[in-house]
Every structure is written in structure tokens, then in C-alpha cells.
């Protein structure tokens, strides 16, 4: 089980790029989250018109974007095509702060720190509440190839003392799945995992240190597809009522109101496919072309599911909640957790701007097979950790994207894996001699398998951070994220960071 931190962070989400752009061209053609909550617009899930369901098998190629709303007047920067001279860089504002002064601001000239962080989000939320779950999988046992998260919304360490054995996941046909045990400590923003051991498929997916995203509890017995589910603070199945529910998620055909929030998320076509549903970290409901800070940092929970969840799969699928490409990231108790407040961030190279290399890096080679038909776009920052004790685990959770499906003028960004980089920077005192540094690269996370590249919920792990070789408090990190471009246009790239002591 994952020990917090023993310093009380503050639950913000650090963006790690807040501004959109224009990416460049080619040379040849120019082309872009239990009970009511502190007030707040409730957005709308993006829905693409017009858009047909796609087989669960899709080949990058198929990903072909479709017409969308125009982008918002977000402030744009103009990249060059190859053999066109640098443009000036648009001034850049927000409504974040930055997160190691914790004052209202923006990056004004491209110079100074650029570690935007996002407002916090207001609940009065239960303890737990389901933050991420599926209930088909991919094939040979879609049905059964389910998985249900929980997340200690609490604000600190919480240990299970509920009615009967502890708590209960339950379904609506009133059985319950799986049991978190009296006694059990989810550490605050730590998770637990429910699984149904006949077809889960994500075993494998990285958690903490040498574990992976394996079962906290069990169940055999196939949830229905578009069922409600709904965790309860006892195991008597007699006390499945509304008093005694923490948390609930269903869809719009679910007639038990004891097992959804509000109307439901939309009913799903059941398509054997790698998706989930998990809670918006961001506050956008993953529209594409929203663009902007994200008002909001951990999950959200406003009780309306259709809100509060997004739906993503590893092949952009239309399956009738909503089309992004993105991937399921199941976490349980060893995971690392969100720590946004406990990093800082600057500019690889702080003297020059933030759009200039070596602090972004613009390469045109088309790379098709790699989902970088338009070149990549290289970000490097310098990452401090700030934790008070040293870090063992580091990984890097997208929350907001531009991707697949991005409307003509919006770019289609595939995060991919990267490998270390030598490059030379500036830095204090500027002017007085350069020097080589080494970027690390950093690694896709999988399963599940994402051949398309990775987008909402994909996650990214630093490598060379472990129990061997940790990240000692004070020290930092020089690090790389590398996207694939798919389609040109205005782009945003917001994450959190998960770290482990």
C-alpha cells in the first residue's frame, strides 16, 4: 500500500503547456467530474456530428478528422514552415498561477516560468467515489473484461469502517461485485481496484514501483453493459439505499435511480473495444476544442454522470457517448498519486523563449508509422521536486488534449515515447556560456495496446526516476514529451503529475 507524503499538498493541476498555437506546416501546404457542488457552468461532452460507429478494429489510417465547431478565440502562435523565417511569439496569458509562487499571473514574454497550474475544484463529496471504469473490454472475453476504480476524494487518509464486512461495489440488480474490506487505508487521492477476474485485461499496466495495476478485490459475475453501479458504506445488501451510497455511475437506460447521478452518461453501442469512462480532471468534459486553463484539477464530481465522465477508447470509436482517442489507466493502491503541488517547473533554457528552441522543438520529417505524418513537437521543461523527501516514481497523466477527432484548424496530437537528448542550453547568469544537458525521454504506458498513440487518460512514465536512482528532494529533472502531429492547427497539451515516494 502507497504511504502519502508526509506534507499536505494543495490539489492543483499542473499544466504543463498553457497556451495554444498554430503548429507549423509543410513546406508545401500551410495547414489546426456525494452532493451539490460549489457553482460552476456544468459543461457539455463533445459530441461530433455526423459521425458513424467504428468497427473495434481501426487502423490509423480510418482516424480521419470531421467537421467540428471553429475554435475559440484562444491567443495563436504562428510556427514557420521549413525555410521560412521564425515568427514573433504571441503574448501568452491565463488565469492559472504559477505553481511555485502560488500568485495570479501569466507568462508575458516567453521568458519567464511557465509551470501554469489549474484552480482547484470544490466538492462536498463523500469519502470515495468511482473515478474510472468499464464494462466491456476487448475480445475473447469483452463482456467479462470489466474493471471498477475508486478514489479517495476525502482530502486525507481514509480507513474503511463500514456496515457488515466494509464496502460494497455493487450493481443494479442489487448484487454486490466486490468488498473493500474494514480496516483497508486509501490514502488521500489514492485509489482501489475492483475487478472481474474471468477477462480483465490490464494486469500489466504500470502502477508503483516493480507492481503493476492488478487487483485490490474480485468479482466473477459479469456486469451488464449500460448497467448502474453504485458503492455503498456497508456489505448488507438490505442497506442498499440511498443513505447509506457513497457513489453511483449508470446510463441513460438505467431505470434505478440509486444506481446513476442526474440522467446517466449515454448509453453505449457495445463494441468489444479497449475504452472507459473515468472523471474529468480537467473541467472540460474532454471537448477538443475547448480551449484554456482547466478550471479544475481533481476529479469531478458534480453529481451528473454525464458530466462528470469521459469516454475514450484506443481507437477514437463512436459508441455513443462521446469520440476521443484516449486509453483506460486502471490504478489501485500501489499507484502513484497526483502530487501537482510538489513539483515546480521552468524552461529547459530560461533564457530564451518558451516557443523557441530548446524549450520546443518543431521537426517537419513526416513519420507516418510513428503517427507523426506532419513531424513531431518537442517540449522540454526542467522539473524540481519539491516533495520534502525523495521521489522513486514519476509518471505523467494527460488530462486535456487536441486529438483525434480534431476539426479542420485544430491540431491532432498522438503523445508517443521518446528517447534522452543531449542539447544545449543557457542559463543563469544568461550570456556568460552555454552548456550540454541531457533531456530524458519519456515512455507511453501500456497495456492497452495504442497503436493509434496515446491521448485523454494516456499516461507517460520518467524511467530513470526508481528506487535505485530516485529524484532527491531539492533535485531536478530535465525532461522531454514528444508528440506525434497528425493534422496541423491550434493545439493544447494540459497533464498531472503522479509520483510516488
Known sequence: MVRPFRTVFIAVSVILVLFTLQIGVSAKKKSSKRKSRAARSAPVIFMVPGQRSVPSVVTPPVLTPVSAPAASNDILLNMSAP????TTPATLSAGGSRSNTGTAGGDQDGKGKNSWVARPSITTSGPLIISEFRLRGPNPNGASNEFIELYNNSGADHTVAGGGTGYAVAASDGVARCVVPNGTVIP???HYLCVNSVGYSLSSYPAGNGTTATADATYTTDIPDNAG????????AGDFILANRFDAVGSTSEANTLYKEGTGYPALTPFSIDYSFYRDNCGKSGSITTFGACPISTPNDTENNAVDFIFVDTNGTSAGAGQRLGAPGPENLSSPIQRNASFGFDLLDPCVGTASPPNRVRDFTSDPANNSTFGTLDIRKTVTNNTGANVTRVRWRIIDITTFPAPSGIADLRPRTSLAVVVTVDRAPCGS?????????????????????SGFNGSLSSGTVTLATPLANGASLD???????????????????????
Not at 83 to 86: D, N, P, Y
Not at 437 to 445: I, K, M, N, P, R
Open 83 to 86: 525555410g521560412q523565417r521564425g
Open 188 to 190: 488521500n487521492r489514492g
Open 229 to 236: 453501479i453504485a458503492l455503498f458504506n456497508t456489505t448488507v
Open 433 to 453: 556560456g552555454t552548456s550540454n544537458v541531457t533531456v530524458q525521454g519519456t515512455t507511453l504506458e501500456q497495456p492497452p495496446s495504442q497503436p493509434n498513440g
Open 479 to 501: 525532461v522531454r514529451f514528444l508528440l506525434g502531429i497528425q493534422q496541423t492547427g491550434s493545439f493544447k497539451f494540459f497533464i498531472n503529475v503522479e509520483a510516488l515516494p
